[in-house]
């Protein structure tokens, strides 16, 4: 038993765990979460499910000192759950969360941005479309409830 718990001790120190739940970044600005912006924006319907969401703060606005960035998940009943994502950047004051795999689809996400030193917080919220299945002959498989209904026409001969 012993053995097994170190393999899988080395195993997770040499390959690391994928993601995060939420990511800090220190800037070294004096700014606020006045104009930052979402990508998607929030609101949107139909996000592609392999969209990995940004953050962004328009020119002219700097991002606060230190800030926490966080992708949720919610669910039907609005439990917010953590999405594990990988934090780059990509431009001047502009973030990527990279998902680690992808979003599920007709799921309603949270982008949430924290102002670690004002406490201020904002988000976004976008739903990820719905992707209707396919036939093999290209149309819409019926839906479970018209799975077994036929069409019989009577007629004189």
């Known amino acids: 038993m012993r053995i097994w718990q170190i ?3 080395s195993f997770l120190l040499l390959c690391g765990c994928q993601g995060s739940s939420r990511h800090t970044v220190t800037t070294g600005e004096q700014g606020s979460l006045e104009g930052l912006r979402f990508y998607p924006p929030d ?4 996000v592609d499910t392999d969209t990995d969401p940004e953050i962004f703060w328009l020119q002219g606005y700097k991002p606060p000192s230190r800030f926490t960035v966080s992708l949720k998940r919610i669910d039907e009943y609005g439990d917010l759950y953590p999405v594990s ?20 689809e007709g799921t309603l996400y949270a982008i949430i941005v924290h102002d670690d030193t004002r406490g201020e917080q904002k988000e976004a919220w976008f739903l990820t479309e719905k992707r209707i299945r396919k036939s093999q002959a290209g149309n819409p498989s019926p839906s479970p409830e018209n799975e077994f209904e036929h069409t019989v026409t009577i007629g004189s001969q």
């Open 85 to 104: 994502t990988e934090l780059t950047s990509s431009g001047t004051n502009r973030w990527k969360l990279k998902v680690v795999g992808t979003l599920n």
């Open 43 to 46: 609101h949107s319907r139909d």
């Open 7 to 9: 393999v899988v001790a």
